[in-house]
């Protein structure tokens, strides 16, 4: 196999073709790099007006992940060698990683995305912007960007608001795991294939008699995942977030945000999925908890567009500032797992230091014209 970021192929079908895109970095379970968001923005661009490429696959190397997130250590050196900004890097790859998922999201053709494993962050990004999602029993999803004083960028805003009740809130604040199972509950996938057919679905893509119109495309798609979804319901593991919805419900029923922390820091349960949502918003930044839940609602009602342009804002200004810097120092470089941040409890935040992440810090947005 090549050792290319991304490796590109185009598979001839029945008729037409079929584009094949594999992240291919297995060592750091294919992390997006800006390099890899170019080359995936490059290939889709010139896949969109060819008339040969019926569909996209998209896959990741290897078994353990389809992609973890973003290369969150390359942020991090662009954060401490500009601290207060601008950081170059870092904004450069938020500005383009997002105008990518926004293509994504609006893709005339079938995207397949093979949901397989591993999928955080920016991974999640390039799923939930697919419009054929498939997620196996080995699918482990999370944006646990608490933990590193971030916040569920990539397209979050959006589809955090879309999912059931609380879900996207409690989700978005504690960053708990979840399954192939949770996914097609809370709107992330569309179908669960059990991973032993793979190959069988990629054949029968390509047994396909593709057509010029997408539209038909699309239904040539679900009439192929369909016998193979049906096929895997043995496999699907059990639900975590349906089965909990009551109580993710009565914890984020608060008066403030301050009370919903409060609520899920200080649940006694013995449930080890709760337990674990729990004790991950108590390690992580309080100002990242205000942060995430105030994006969140100030995106509620916005169109997608709307939602990538607030999200590149809020980026930039969490970049630009230091508390981003310690939680990644803390989790992922020293790994010493004893960030210092700046206030133990939410109601510490000044409002004008949390107003402040919510100020456009350039003239005009980076993303104006998608």
């Keep these: 196999m090549s050792d290319a970021a991304v490796l590109f192929d185009e598979v001839p079908a029945k008729a037409g073709r079929i584009g094949r895109v594999t992240l291919n970095v297995p060592g ?66 938020f500005a383009r990683e997002y105008r990518m998922n926004y293509t994504l999201h609006t893709y005339a053709k079938p995207i397949v995305c093979w949901g397989h494993g591993i999928v955080m962050g920016g991974g999640l990004g390039v799923m939930a912007g697919c419009n054929h999602r498939i997620v196996t029993e080995a699918t482990r999803i999370a944006m646990p960007e608490v933990t590193i004083a971030l916040f569920p960028d990539v397209g979050g805003s959006w589809f955090l608001n879309h999912m059931p009740g609380q879900a996207g809130r409690f989700l978005a604040l504690t960053g708990a795991s979840i399954n192939a199972a949770d996914a097609i509950y809370t709107g992330l996938a569309d179908r669960f294939i059990a991973s032993e057919h793979k190959g069988a679905v990629l054949e029968s893509l390509l047994q396909q008699g593709w057509t010029l119109d997408p539209a038909e495309n699309h239904a040539l798609v679900r009439h192929c995942l ?20 009551a109580t993710i419900n009565r914890l984020c029923d608060g008066d403030s945000v301050h009370e919903v922390i409060d609520n899920i820091i200080g649940q006694q349960t013995d449930d080890p999925w709760l337990a674990r949502a729990r004790d991950s918003l108590a390690h992580g930044s309080k100002l990242a908890a205000l942060w995430i839940d105030r994006q969140l609602w100030e995106t509620r009602h916005a169109s997608l ?66």
Excluded at 34 to 39: R, S, Y
Excluded at 52 to 64: C, L, R
Excluded at 313 to 322: D, E, G, H, S
Aim: aromatic share 10%; with cysteine; hydrophobic share 45%.
């Design 28 to 93: 750091t379970l294919n992390s997006l790099t800006l390099d890899m968001v170019d080359l995936l923005q490059a290939q889709l661009d010139a896949w969109a007006t060819d008339d040969d490429i019926a569909a996209v696959f998209i896959e990741g190397s290897g078994e353990k992940a389809f992609c973890a997130g973003g290369d969150v250590q390359a942020l991090h050196r662009s954060a401490v060698e500009q601290p207060g900004g601008p950081c170059d890097y870092a904004e450069n790859f």
């Design 226 to 245: 369909r016998p193979f979804a049906e096929r895997s319901l043995g496999s699907v593991p059990a639900a975590q977030v349906e089965p909990h919805m």
């Design 305 to 370: 567009k709307e939602v990538f342009q607030a999200e590149i804002q809020l980026a930039t200004n969490v970049v630009r500032y230091p508390e981003f810097a310690e939680g990644v120092r803390a989790l992922l470089i020293d790994k010493d797992r004893n960030p210092a941040w700046q206030f133990e409890h939410s109601r510490a935040v000044p409002d004008e230091v949390l107003d402040g992440f919510f100020r456009a810090p350039w003239d005009a947005n980076p993303l104006a014209n998608l």
